[in-house]
């Protein structure tokens, strides 16, 4: 299926962001293959996107991306709209992604696209918290904005479940969102680690 323009536009821009965000701080140990957890994917637009991304770090290593998302509909779009990529999207409550057992503890990258961390703060933190136990040890978790305010309160709580900022960009060139004033397309993307790792 065709992204519209400005969704495919959104995508290349993310697309090189997450690359030069990354690209600086992966282990010195290079990373052969990839494994992604998206949690709140929704509809999962970014999909091919992480996964190219994933490919370039590894430099063609095997990369698997695992979404999960709670809203049933948006599932099963992102399941018809990308079942012929090395992804699996799962209906699952992110708050409690620790209950999927088989999933394991060795992600290289857990991402988090235009959290929402405004609207329930103590929800979001739980939803950090899992995404974080999913981690490998060197791995990171990245999360996009819409919007400052938010972003920046993001952060605060990720720093207090002992995550540390290591790249945080502001995309000038992020696409407004007409019915939304100072809220804009991965406005911000930031790149975090477990502290001293």
Not at 181 to 190: C, H, I, L, N, T
Request: aromatic share 6%; charged share 30%.
């Amino acid at each position: 299926m065709q992204m519209p323009p400005s969704i495919a536009e959104d995508m290349s821009k993310l697309k090189t962001l997450l690359h030069d965000s990354i690209s600086p701080h992966l282990p010195v140990a290079a990373v052969k293959d990839m494994r992604i957890l998206n949690l709140a994917c929704g509809r999962c637009d970014e999909a091919e996107t992480l996964i190219q991304v994933g490919s370039e770090l590894t430099k063609g290593g095997e990369v698997e991306m695992i979404g999960a998302d709670i809203r049933i509909r948006e599932i099963r779009q992102a399941r018809e709209t990308h079942g012929h990529l090395p992804a699996k999207f799962l209906i699952e409550d992110a708050t409690k992604i620790d209950q999927h057992q088989e999933l394991g503890d060795d992600f290289n990258m857990v991402f988090l696209r235009h959290q929402n961390f405004w609207h329930g703060q103590e929800l979001w933190k739980k939803i950090f918290d899992q995404g974080i136990a999913k981690l490998r040890p060197d791995g990171m978790l990245v999360i996009t904005s819409y919007f400052d305010v938010e972003h920046r309160l993001a952060l605060r709580a990720l720093e207090s479940l002992g995550m540390e900022v290591i790249s945080n960009t502001r995309n000038k060139q992020s696409r407004a969102l007409a019915d939304a004033p100072g809220k804009s397309v991965d406005r911000w993307v930031a790149v975090l680690k477990r502290r001293g790792t």
